[in-house]
């Protein structure tokens, strides 16, 4: 029938931006008269401005390479801050929240804030909760389990109370800095769980923080 014509954000090449031009092939059957167009959703995501390979390249500059959201739109070709950051968010929940087994085997617990926004729009920082067992056992680096709105005794109890009473009882240690919320929410929610104060506690072996 016809063909549409598009351009998608692509992963840069030496930090070069680059463009994916996109041809898709449009169809009609002559007999009921319906109308579809080639399949793309291995390439990019319903009215998407990047693709997905993109996306994946934003993702592991901002959680590997500490880039910002800002810096990874600019090499993604100037796509706005708010499409970056939506789709990069969005795959990161997506990788996380799907796994049906990232909470097994935690027995302990890191928590801390971290700024993820810097507009005026939303919540500016997030209450960070990682999976410390495997740097207790010196089995691997930790594991990023949740990222909670806010940052607050609520923000930090409320996750922990949305959590199922045999996990909140296998956890046996709780590390966080000097802020009292978070020692209290884990008091309440965690009663058994032992609280340290150690702001080196979120490090992982070779002396890189777990944030």
Do not use: N
């Amino acid at each position: 029938m016809g063909r549409w014509l598009g351009a998608l954000a692509h992963v840069p090449v030496r930090w070069r931006p680059t463009e994916l031009v996109v041809r898709v092939r449009r169809f009609a059957c002559t007999h009921c008269q319906r109308v579809w167009r080639q399949d793309t959703s291995r390439l990019a995501g319903p009215r998407a401005r990047l693709t997905l390979s993109a996306v994946q390249w934003g993702l592991r500059a901002l959680a590997l390479e500490c880039m910002s959201v800002s810096r990874a739109a600019a090499a993604l070709g100037g796509v706005a801050w708010h499409t970056a950051s939506t789709a990069i968010l969005a795959s990161a929940q997506a990788m996380l929240l799907d796994d049906p087994h990232r909470f097994d085997g935690v027995e302990v617990l890191g928590v801390d804030e971290h700024v993820w926004r810097h507009t005026r729009w939303g919540d500016r920082y997030v209450t960070v909760i990682i999976d410390l067992t495997p740097v207790r056992d010196a089995t691997g680096p930790a594991r990023l389990l949740d990222m909670a709105p806010g940052q607050s005794k609520k923000a930090f109890k409320t996750w922990l109370a949305a959590r199922r009473e045999p996990w909140r009882r296998q956890v046996e240690v709780v590390a966080m800095d000097g802020f009292t919320g978070f020692k209290s929410a884990a008091g309440q929610e965690l009663p058994e769980a032992r609280a340290i104060m150690d702001p080196y506690a979120c490090r992982v072996p070779g002396g890189r923080q777990a944030r």
